[in-house]
Nanobody, 123 residues
């Protein structure tokens, strides 16, 4: 089973960009579909983006489509989330997640989670 560690969060002004990275340990990283979720204070943890184990297919929440891009690097065992055109409503703790199998947008289908990284967008 993989273990996940996120990095790259921080404070940015509206309209700015941030890149999040998730480092995965374990030799079977290429067997896992990966996802990014986010949770704002007092709210549910919501789907943001996901990528298949092959890296060939991606999926995005409507709220981030066209602004965020998910990618994975098999040589480095990492999955990244490039966030452009950030808005105050993007403020949340962002979590990386992994599941053995196909892509899913449902958080209950992911069984490995990172500790989260805070993203704050000021207006």
């Amino acid at each position: 089973q993989v273990q996940l560690v996120e990095s790259g969060g921080g404070l940015v002004q509206a309209g700015g960009s941030l890149s999040l990275s998730c480092a995965a340990s374990g030799r079977t990283f290429s067997n896992y579909a990966m996802g990014w979720f986010r949770q704002a204070p007092g709210q549910e943890r919501d789907f943001v983006a996901a990528i298949t184990s092959s890296g060939l297919t991606t999926s995005y929440a409507d709220s981030v489509e066209g602004r965020f891009a998910i990618s994975r690097d098999f040589a480095k065992n990492t999955v990244s989330l490039q966030m452009n055109g950030l808005k105050p409503e993007d403020t949340a703790v962002y979590y990386c997640a992994a599941r053995y199998g196909g892509l899913s947008t449902a958080k209950q289908n992911y069984n490995v989670w990172g500790q989260g990284t805070q993203v704050t967008v000021s207006s």
